[in-house]
């Protein structure tokens, strides 16, 4: 069964950093897209970082210079480090993984997510 479980998040003092982690199984990860997302209390969701199966990334622009997304095909594994953390990046922070079919159809398989809390 198709499994995406964030890990890694927490509290910490603004200008702190935290780094998630996406493990993922029964996906073929290596040959999907993937990204982070987050949802704050009474927002929607929005779009963080990208990163494509060749590596490319994409940035929300509240984040670039800050937060920077990698991939580690061997394990299986979505990273997300973020560094000088604002409050505004308090949200729970949510793995995304695209999979896609040979007929151009898509699937998503999203995690449970994991709270990040940014507060002095």
């Known amino acids: 069964q198709e499994q995406v479980v964030e890990s890694g998040g927490g509290e910490v003092q603004p200008g702190g950093s935290l780094k998630l982690s996406c493990q993922v199984s029964a996906i073929l990860f290596s040959s999907n897209d993937a990204g982070w997302f987050r949802q704050a209390p009474g927002r929607q969701r929005e779009k963080v970082a990208l990163?494509?199966?060749?590596?490319?990334?994409d940035y929300a622009d509240s984040v670039k210079g800050r937060f920077t997304i990698s991939r580690d095909n061997v394990k299986d594994t979505l990273y997300l480090e973020m560094s000088s953390l604002k409050p505004e990046d308090t949200a729970v922070y949510y793995c995304?993984?695209?999979?896609?079919?040979?007929?151009?159809?898509?699937?998503?398989?999203w995690g449970q997510g994991t709270q990040v809390t940014v507060a002095s």
């Open positions: 995304k993984v695209t999979e896609t079919y040979t007929n151009g159809e898509t699937l998503e398989f």
């Open positions: 990163i494509t199966s060749s590596g490319s990334t």
